[in-house]
């Protein structure tokens, strides 16, 4: 048998907000939930808003600065007036002068250009004939909708962050959260497993690219500035997982990051369960960080025709001034999808490390399937790749559940583009005939936080496993109807909340789907927590599943603890630096094992052949 890959812990940030204690999940479907089960919610956000939750308008105040809606720019940019330059010829028909710092010359001494001392710090130019010149300006930007991080949070402020880009930052707030949502201390998880069982997969799609990245290292000559000695490294897509294994778990476990696209957390993922079921690693850490809300890469999608546009918007309702908090309408009329940034994490275990631990399951991950498009006429457009992931997960389900399949509800990708509500829609469609399911609850959630690219499928998915706590499937509420040109004759499209019972008890699984640019698809099968403790139960025997409850109700009260003074502190980042290292002295080798100072338990190293028997 294989192992299977359960969900121990979930943390992130996004538009709805953190998503451990299932917060991100209840902002959304805040409307279903009594004012009651909402207390515990709108106390996080206040505290993440810096909002005091006792004044009169609190919810107010927290429901405008969440979700989808304008740029902000405390945070960003002013979509009103982005900064800009333009490349002009200055010709002067009389010598002008001027005084400049001798610090600020340019290096090379342009053409017509006289320039004498004014003192040992400062010249004097005159300027005769023509030069080059770059004019400051600005632009009002197309698009001026997103999904950020809830006003006025900034993730740089919980440790030393100087100069780390804001994805970067992001993602220390989210494995930081995923790791203490556990209820189970690091150090106690360590001690049961070697220091290599631990798995680390975590990155971006599209690199860090604010200033502090790629930005700042593309664009520190043209704007005067200098390159500096982090910008290089910090870019790089996988520097979340550096991050995660170098300064909050010390690991020396497997790690890398694979990028594909809208699809990369469920590659990744994949990467994560193929290591706990062949037994490679024990724990894996699986997450992605986005930061693209700047106005480089809002443009560079625009440009492609993948953004909706404010003028488009206002097209469809209808109006002068676009409707911000509903750009995203997924299986609408649309006109594009709407660019956001999150840091999603979820940490796995074997089950039976579960078992022996008492971790809580929030779930379990059956298999992610991945298959490309095969020859295509557009890099970007839709191909056959999404059919076969979303069939194989499909007959996954039915292998494991039966008769029960349709008991499931599709997390679609749900973009919100023309050409995504008749693809994908088609895609669920023809897999809800074939596997014989009516009404196959359909809910797309970036309606709510909008596209994050390489964490988007886990957005869906610390979505999905909040069904299991409130029992709602969060409804597509930007949209008023289905557009003519979906296919839904066995879909159930939500456009309000569908109820799926107490604690989601009518809902054995989701299927999350992710299409990526380039022809990257990926499909995965969750489990519920219900039908994955029924699993583990059968696969390890009641005598053992009965212990584990026991003792899982100590960490249950660690969760909550945990959650509650999140709720009022906010989350503690993990970050050591320059703590714990190890060089060579550290490390003692044999032929059979390898010793860390660091770690009580020590590596084995086989000495068998694994081709023969």
């Given at each position: 048998m294989?192992?299977l890959p359960?969900?121990?812990?979930?943390?992130?940030?996004?538009?709805a907000?953190r998503?451990s204690?299932?917060?991100?999940?209840?902002?959304?479907?805040?409307?279903?939930?009594s004012?009651?089960?909402?207390v515990?919610?709108?106390?996080?956000?206040?505290?993440?808003m810096?909002?005091?939750?006792?004044?009169?308008?609190?919810?107010?105040?927290i429901?405008?600065?969440t979700l989808v809606?304008?740029?902000?720019?405390?945070a960003?940019?002013?979509p009103d007036?982005?900064?800009?330059g333009k490349?002009?010829?200055?010709?002067?028909?009389?010598?002008i002068?001027?005084q400049?710092?001798?610090s600020?010359?340019?290096?090379?001494r342009?053409?017509?250009?006289?320039i004498?001392?004014?003192?040992s710090?400062?010249?004097?130019?005159?300027?005769s004939?023509?030069?080059?010149?770059?004019?400051?300006?600005h632009?009002?930007?197309?698009v001026s909708?997103?999904?950020q991080?809830?006003?006025g949070?900034n993730?740089?402020?919980?440790y030393?962050?100087?100069?780390?880009?804001r994805g970067?930052?992001?993602?220390?707030?989210?494995?930081?959260d995923?790791i203490?949502s556990i209820?189970?201390?690091w150090?106690?998880?360590?001690?049961?497993?070697?220091?290599?069982?631990v798995?680390?997969?975590?990155?971006?799609?599209?690199?860090?690219?604010?200033?502090?990245?790629i930005?700042?290292?593309?664009?520190?000559?043209y704007?005067?500035k200098?390159t500096?000695?982090?910008?290089?490294?910090l870019?790089?897509?996988e520097?979340?997982?550096?991050?995660?294994?170098s300064?909050?778990?010390?690991?020396v476990?497997?790690?890398?990051?694979n990028?594909?696209?809208?699809?990369?957390?469920?590659?990744?993922?994949r990467?994560?369960?193929?290591?706990?079921?062949?037994?490679?690693c024990r724990?894996?850490?699986?997450?992605?960080?986005?930061?693209?809300v700047?106005?480089?890469?809002?443009e560079?999608?625009?440009?492609?025709g993948a953004?909706?546009e404010?003028e488009?918007?206002?097209?469809?309702?209808?109006?002068?001034?676009?409707?911000?908090?509903r750009?995203c309408?997924?299986?609408?009329?649309?006109?594009?999808?709407?660019?956001?940034?999150?840091?999603?994490?979820?940490?796995?275990?074997?089950d039976e490390?579960?078992l022996?631990?008492g971790?809580?399951?929030?779930?379990?991950?059956?298999?992610?399937?991945?298959?490309a498009?095969?020859?295509?006429?557009?890099?970007?457009?839709?191909g056959?790749?999404?059919?076969?992931?979303?069939?194989?997960?499909?007959?996954?389900a039915?292998?494991?559940?039966?008769?029960?399949?349709?008991?499931?509800?599709?997390?679609?990708?749900?973009?919100g583009?023309?050409q995504?509500?008749v693809?994908?829609?088609?895609?669920?469609n023809?897999?809800?005939k074939t596997?014989?399911?009516?009404?196959?609850?359909?809910?797309?959630i970036?309606?709510?936080v909008?596209?994050?690219?390489?964490?988007?499928?886990?957005d869906?998915?610390?979505?999905?496993l909040g069904?299991?706590?409130?029992?709602?499937?969060?409804?597509?509420?930007?949209?008023?109807?289905i557009?003519d040109?979906?296919?839904?004759s066995?879909?159930?499209?939500l456009?309000?909340?569908?109820?799926?019972?107490?604690?989601?008890?009518?809902?054995?699984?989701?299927?999350?789907?992710?299409?990526?640019?380039g022809g990257?698809?990926?499909s995965?099968?969750i489990?519920s927590?219900?039908?994955?403790?029924?699993?583990?139960?059968?696969?390890?025997?009641t005598?053992?599943?009965?212990?584990?409850?026991?003792?899982?109700?100590?960490?249950i009260?660690?969760q909550?603890?945990?959650?509650?003074?999140?709720r009022?502190?906010g989350?503690?980042?993990?970050y050591?630096?320059?703590?714990?290292?190890?060089?060579?002295?550290?490390?003692?080798m044999?032929a059979?094992?390898?010793?860390?100072?660091?770690?009580?338990?020590?590596i084995?190293?086989?000495?068998?052949n694994?081709?023969?028997?």
């Amino acid at each position: 048998m294989k192992k299977l890959p359960v969900i121990v812990g979930i943390g992130g940030i996004n538009a709805a907000g953190r998503s451990s204690s299932h917060h991100g999940h209840k902002r959304m479907v805040h409307d279903a939930l009594s004012s009651e089960e909402m207390v515990s919610t709108w106390q996080d956000l206040a505290t993440l808003m810096g909002i005091d939750i006792e004044h009169a308008h609190a919810v107010a105040e927290i429901k405008e600065g969440t979700l989808v809606r304008k740029i902000e720019a405390d945070a960003h940019y002013n979509p009103d007036a982005v900064k800009s330059g333009k490349k002009a010829t200055l010709n002067v028909s009389n010598p002008i002068s001027f005084q400049i710092k001798k610090s600020q010359l340019p290096d090379t001494r342009p053409e017509g250009w006289e320039i004498t001392d004014v003192d040992s710090k400062t010249v004097q130019v005159t300027v005769s004939g023509s030069f080059d010149a770059i004019l400051p300006d600005h632009y009002k930007a197309r698009v001026s909708s997103a999904g950020q991080l809830p006003s006025g949070f900034n993730p740089g402020n919980l440790y030393n962050s100087a100069h780390h880009p804001r994805g970067l930052q992001m993602a220390v707030y989210g494995a930081s959260d995923a790791i203490q949502s556990i209820g189970i201390r690091w150090q106690d998880i360590l001690a049961k497993v070697s220091p290599d069982a631990v798995s680390v997969y975590a990155g971006s799609a599209i690199s860090q690219l604010d200033q502090f990245g790629i930005k700042g290292l593309y664009q520190a000559g043209y704007n005067g500035k200098r390159t500096t000695s982090k910008m290089m490294p910090l870019a790089l897509p996988e520097m979340t997982a550096d991050f995660i294994n170098s300064y909050m778990i010390n690991s020396v476990g497997n790690t890398g990051s694979n990028a594909g696209a809208c699809a990369t957390f469920l590659y990744n993922l994949r990467q994560g369960i193929i290591d706990i079921q062949a037994g490679q690693c024990r724990v894996a850490i699986v997450g992605n960080a986005e930061a693209p809300v700047v106005p480089e890469i809002m443009e560079g999608f625009r440009v492609m025709g993948a953004l909706a546009e404010d003028e488009q918007l206002c097209q469809l309702d209808d109006t002068e001034l676009p409707d911000n908090r509903r750009a995203c309408r997924p299986f609408s009329s649309n006109a594009g999808f709407t660019m956001a940034e999150s840091a999603q994490f979820l940490v796995l275990m074997d089950d039976e490390l579960a078992l022996e631990l008492g971790a809580t399951v929030f779930g379990s991950v059956a298999d992610v399937f991945v298959n490309a498009d095969a020859n295509k006429k557009s890099i970007s457009g839709p191909g056959v790749g999404n059919y076969i992931t979303m069939a194989k997960s499909a007959a996954l389900a039915k292998g494991i559940l039966g008769h029960d399949v349709g008991k499931t509800f599709v997390m679609a990708h749900g973009t919100g583009t023309p050409q995504n509500r008749v693809t994908e829609s088609h895609i669920i469609n023809e897999v809800a005939k074939t596997f014989a399911i009516e009404n196959w609850a359909v809910s797309a959630i970036k309606s709510y936080v909008g596209h994050s690219l390489g964490p988007a499928a886990a957005d869906q998915i610390t979505a999905a496993l909040g069904v299991w706590h409130t029992g709602y499937i969060p409804g597509i509420k930007t949209i008023d109807h289905i557009a003519d040109d979906v296919h839904d004759s066995h879909l159930n499209i939500l456009m309000d909340h569908g109820y799926a019972g107490e604690e989601g008890q009518d809902m054995l699984g989701t299927v999350i789907n992710s299409k990526g640019f380039g022809g990257n698809n990926a499909s995965a099968l969750i489990l519920s927590p219900a039908k994955t403790k029924e699993l583990m139960q059968q696969r390890h025997g009641t005598t053992l599943f009965k212990q584990y409850l026991n003792s899982n109700e100590q960490v249950i009260e660690a969760q909550v603890a945990y959650d509650q003074t999140s709720r009022q502190e906010g989350v503690s980042a993990i970050y050591s630096f320059g703590e714990s290292v190890m060089s060579e002295k550290d490390i003692t080798m044999s032929a059979t094992e390898i010793s860390l100072s660091e770690f009580a338990n020590k590596i084995s190293l086989s000495n068998n052949n694994p081709y023969l028997k």
